[in-house]
């Protein structure tokens, strides 16, 4: 008789450990987590790819439960409708002793006459139960294609020394046909960096980005530049010019975390 209470009491013993730990493992809400993002593309850059790091399985990664997906700026005067999308699995990562599943949202944005800028820009995903998430993506730009034939980008790299989630500096190796004046380059529709550099053939020319709260490595450039007393202006598609290759989500200063229970 004794044996067997002292048999229940490691068994109760046992059991209270396993309970406590699978309270430990699990997490106790469903969260997202979101880097803010500056994405800067053209008019004929159709897809954006958003990632969504979540911990726990949720409706939100299942395709065929959602009705619709907008990006907006935080007042919601500008808004654009996602035309279509895809969902794809990528790796786990680990933020705050949690694992996050990253799931890829590939975009296909309209087509834009004009050029289009959102500062603070959201993503809206609609459930088909009419539930409604909101989350903040980062910073949105789209150039308008702007085609010439006077100066051309050979070559061009870039570093992420300063801040490795970032861009900090882009050099470009720019031929032209005539004599020209770069004025500026922009990075965004809004934001560019003076240059005023005289190019005859072919030069390089480095550009300093300044310092932003965004995860920045890739981007579309438009040239501003003078030749003759006529200002002109040449936009270049995204290019990307490092990739990130880690296992956590550290970056505090561009991370969002929702709870989406």
Do not use: C, W
Not at 201 to 220: C, G, S, W
């Amino acid at each position: 008789m004794k044996k067997l209470g002292v048999f229940l009491v490691i068994t109760l013993i046992i059991g209270i450990i396993y309970v406590n730990i699978r309270a430990i493992e699990e997490p106790r809400s469903k969260k997202m987590l979101v880097q803010q993002t500056l994405y800067a593309i053209t008019t004929e850059d159709s897809q954006i790819q958003v990632p969504l790091y979540i911990n726990q399985k949720t409706v939100l990664t299942e395709k065929d439960a959602i009705e619709s997906i907008y990006i907006h700026s935080q007042d919601e005067s500008l808004k654009l409708k996602v035309s279509a999308f895809n969902i794809q699995l990528g790796g786990k990562k680990a933020y705050l002793n949690e694992s996050y599943q990253t799931y890829f949202y590939q975009l296909t944005l309209p087509k834009l006459e004009m050029d289009l800028y959102m500062k603070a820009a959201q993503m809206t995903i609609t459930l088909k139960n009419e539930d409604r998430y909101t989350v903040s993506i980062g910073r949105l730009s789209i150039f308008h294609v702007v085609q010439d034939q006077n100066i051309d980008i050979l070559s061009q790299f870039g570093s992420n020394e300063t801040i490795d989630y970032r861009l900090s500096s882009v050099t470009l190796d720019i031929q032209t046909i005539e004599p020209i004046t770069i004025k500026a380059i922009f990075y965004t529709v809004n934001q560019f960096i003076e240059v005023n550099q005289t190019i005859t053939n072919r030069q390089e020319v480095t550009l300093m980005i300044p310092n932003d709260v965004f995860l920045y490595k890739e981007t579309a450039l438009k040239i501003q530049y003078e030749m003759d007393g006529i200002t002109y202006e040449k936009t270049f598609n995204v290019f990307r010019y490092f990739d990130r290759i880690t296992r956590t989500l550290d970056d505090e200063h561009i991370n969002r975390v929702y709870v989406i229970d």
